[in-house]
């Protein structure tokens, strides 16, 4: 479910992003070249500004939940290792397979956020 959130939040993020510079676009196209650049310039400022915070705030989230996920996975597999100590082994492996599994979800928000911040397709050339 958290996933979907964060989804459905990062194309709204991008989907405001991309109006407002296409709003800017339009109205620095029907002014005169000078104030069009500038105009222009100014979307592409904003939008830069508007990245580096969501970047800075989904990789926020993704840590914090990684970091919730990462200490209940460990947590239980103390706990059952505590409880049956013949299946240490086995939980041990399942445990790390799910970190990883855990810590891709966090990385992934990392890749997302390095394409918003040099790679943004938004950006007015």
Known sequence: MKKVF???????????????AVAAVETAVDAA??????SADVANQTLKAYSM????VGL???????AIGMGSTAAATIAGTARNPGL???LMTTMFIAL????????YT?????????????LAA
């Open 53 to 56: 915070i969501a970047a800075g």
């Open 110 to 122: 990392l890749v997302i956020a390095l394409i918003a911040l040099y790679a943004n397709p938004y």
């Open 33 to 38: 070249p000078a104030v069009a650049a500038a």
């Open 100 to 107: 990883a599994m855990i810590e891709a979800q966090v990385i």
């Open 6 to 20: 964060f989804l459905m939040l990062a194309l709204v993020a991008s989907v405001f992003g991309a109006e407002e």
């Open 60 to 66: 926020g989230l993704a840590a914090l939940g990684g």
């Open 88 to 90: 240490g082994g086995k």
